[in-house]
């Protein structure tokens, strides 16, 4: 009876981890359905608190990602262009009665592995890549104590791939602290 009891658990066992596993291969491919999802992961708010520091830093500030269905989407090329969007931060500070300055133009630049062109930075996710980090580097020499900085971004193109509608948005505030 105990061995009849085992064959039978061991059968079920089997059976079991075989649809277990179809399923799981069913879910892995998606023969090319879904869509790739654009979103800022730390949506909506980003914290930085800096010590101050004089000269330039290279300061991580968010992360853009692709949510893919498969791996043709995984290795195609993609351009997301992010709007520099101060709007944001009159919204958050309104929100929260807070007092961010947006942080001025002259006091950052693009890290090099994206770009600023007008009031848009450019990050372009290279074959195999589902996440950016988004850098700038920072002028500690401009920064003054007194004041809290912020930069505000929002995903607005993302070469015809679906945008997240809650994670579309992030608020970067910029504290220094002695």
């Known amino acids: 009876n105990l061995s009849r009891s085992m064959s039978w658990l ?13 399923k ?5 491919n998606l023969n090319g359905k879904g869509q790739t999802i654009v979103k800022i992961y730390e949506s909506p708010v980003s914290k930085l608190s800096f010590l101050p520091f004089s000269g330039k830093k290279t300061v991580p500030i968010f992360e853009v990602r692709r ?6 989407e ?23 009665g807070t007092a961010f300055e947006t942080l001025p133009r002259n006091f950052y630049s693009a890290d090099p592995s ?4 007008g009031e848009y930075m450019i990050v372009t996710f290279g074959p195999g890549e589902f996440s950016k980090p988004i850098n700038i580097i920072l002028d500690g ?3 003054s104590l007194s004041k809290a900085y912020a ?9 015809g791939k679906t945008i997240s509608s ?4 992030v608020v970067v505030t910029i504290n220094f602290r002695n």
Request: charge should be negative; include cysteine.
């Open 10 to 22: 061991m059968a079920l066992c089997a059976v079991l981890f075989f649809a277990g596993c179809e």
């Open 24 to 28: 799981d291969s069913e879910k892995g």
């Open 67 to 72: 949510d893919i269905p498969n791996s043709t």
């Open 74 to 96: 995984l290795n195609t090329p993609l351009t997301v262009k992010l709007k520099i969007n101060p709007t944001l931060i009159g919204d958050y500070n309104t929100e929260n």
């Open 114 to 117: 994206v770009q600023i062109i």
């Open 141 to 143: 020499t401009l920064i």
């Open 151 to 159: 930069l505000g971004f929002s995903v607005a193109e993302a070469a």
């Open 166 to 169: 809650d994670q579309r948005d």
